[in-house]
């Protein structure tokens, strides 16, 4: 197919392209990206926020007391919910990309999403345990609607050769951790924060509720994203519009999937099971880490002490530093640039490093509250980490996945990650804070899994790598 010299060329219109110049296309967004960046990287960013500042404090205050306004949950429960919501969160999201792919197209989605997970957090506002609930539920579904379809609009601005991909995705990663970072600082402070606590008992209000003042600063954030993203409207007009017609399992207009994207497809799916071994250790930040720096670490900076959910804002402190620098690592790589199961595997090692770094601190619990270098070290592997595993995991399953297919692969891809994070829940349920010796058999074996893990996955690399590339070039 060939263009005028003038014609922006559009990714929906040639993404199979391999002869795709990327030297025409849309250069108008964030950093020589298409235009269509910008929106969806400020939406997810406040979606993000919203989500992020909400799980920052909510192990927290399920386990805190009741007369501290909290529900004073046990930590097995505590815990067990917590994995419980977030895989359901990622879970909906296979059917929020079905939906979007065959009924009402990726932007109606993120709207309605955007909408219901608004709802959900102000719900939560109501110191009530039914609405304590129905906010969850409410979450979990716009989540669904929202979280793949959003990113699997990033992945329609770019062709399937278009270097700029993996760069585009990490600084969208990058969208999604500066909601993250700001989130538990102004979620944390309204939850926890003693001088804020003071301010509502100076006005009359009661300072145990403090915690739903942070689920609403959470409802705010999301109605904030929504906002802008009716506002860039016309920057998307190119993308997610319409939904795919006719879509089933494996054919859509009569077109059955070729032997080339079968075997893309079992590449996908060797990569989900080490997304989900990924996900049931990281997601420790949530629970298991979260009570550690709350009950086990000094909570303070010369002197100063802060709220225990601000250290939840350090991985994303270190992704907002780091991002920019992978994005351009991989750029300057180019064709030398480790494969994406590389890249996994290296993810998978760095995580490990994080947790073994954590076995030490464990020990040293035993006299006391630990120095909070040793979380602060943590974050810095696992960022790594992320950072080598999933933007770039985004980026693989919307660029091999077939086109008609791309919604429910990433529906399939955060269902990896629903599971992990169910797993992750139970993992924490061990969480023992006056056992020394349980924290370091718990984090000493998630160390063990994830290096474990990282071999085998350098050892399958040759052959997930053939299946990804089969009659294409795709790395």
């Not at 949950?73 to 979007?100: D, Q, R, W």
Request: proline share 5%; glycine share 10%.
């Amino acid at each position: 197919m060939s263009y005028p010299a003038s014609t922006v060329i559009s990714p929906e219109d040639d993404y199979n392209n391999e002869k795709f110049n990327y030297s025409k296309a849309d250069k108008e967004g964030i950093g020589g990206h298409p235009r269509g960046l910008t929106p969806l990287f400020f939406t997810e960013m406040w979606e993000r926020f919203s989500y992020y500042g909400m799980r920052a404090i909510l192990v927290l205050y399920m386990v805190s007391p009741i007369e501290k306004g909290g529900l004073g949950f046990s930590v097995e429960k505590a815990t067990f919910i917590f994995g419980l919501y977030t895989a359901a969160v990622y879970f909906t999201a296979l059917p929020g990309g079905l939906i979007a792919d065959r009924l009402i197209g990726a932007r109606n989605a993120v709207l309605i999403g955007g909408i219901t997970i608004a709802l959900g957090h102000y719900a939560m506002v109501l110191p009530s345990i039914s609405f304590f609930y129905l906010g969850m539920g409410l979450i979990t579904l716009g989540t669904g609607l929202l979280k793949p379809n959003i990113s699997a609009m990033v992945g329609s601005l770019y062709g399937e050769n278009d270097p700029r991909r993996d760069g585009g995705f990490s600084l969208f990663y990058m969208g999604i951790n500066l909601g993250a970072m700001a989130a538990p600082i102004v979620c944390g402070y309204l939850a926890q924060g003693q001088s804020f606590q003071q301010k509502l008992l100076s006005l009359g209000l009661n300072p145990a509720n403090s915690w739903h003042w942070g689920f609403g600063a959470a409802g705010v954030g999301m109605t904030l994203g929504l906002i802008q993203y009716l506002a860039q409207q016309k920057r998307l007009a190119h993308v997610g519009l319409k939904p795919t017609k006719n879509i089933t399992s494996v054919s859509t207009n009569n077109e059955k999937l070729t032997l080339d994207e079968w075997k893309r497809l079992a590449a996908i799916s060797v990569l989900f099971v080490f997304n989900t071994i990924f996900f049931a250790a990281f997601e420790q930040s949530g629970s298991s880490l979260t009570l550690f720096a709350d009950q086990l670490t000094r909570a303070e900076v010369f002197g100063w002490q802060f709220p225990s959910s601000w250290f939840q804002s350090i991985n994303s402190i270190f992704i907002m530093i780091l991002a920019p620098l992978f994005s351009l690592l991989w750029l300057r790589l180019d064709k030398r640039a480790p494969s994406s199961p590389a890249k996994f595997a290296f993810g998978l090692f760095f995580l490990s490093i994080g947790f073994f770094l954590l076995v030490p601190a464990a020990y040293l619990t035993s006299t006391g509250r630990v120095n909070p270098i040793w979380l602060v070290l943590l974050y810095f592997f696992h960022t790594v980490g992320e950072l080598c595993l999933s933007p770039v995991g985004l980026s693989t399953v919307t660029r091999i996945a077939p086109i008609r297919l791309v919604g429910l692969m990433m529906g399939c891809w955060f269902l990896a990650t629903s599971v992990g994070n169910f797993f992750s829940g139970w993992i924490a349920s061990f969480f023992v804070a006056s056992s020394p010796m349980i924290l370091v058999k718990m984090f000493g074996s998630l160390a063990l899994g994830a290096l474990v893990a990282s071999i085998i996955l350098t050892l399958l690399k040759p052959s997930i790598c053939k299946l990804m590339q089969s009659t294409s070039n795709v790395k």
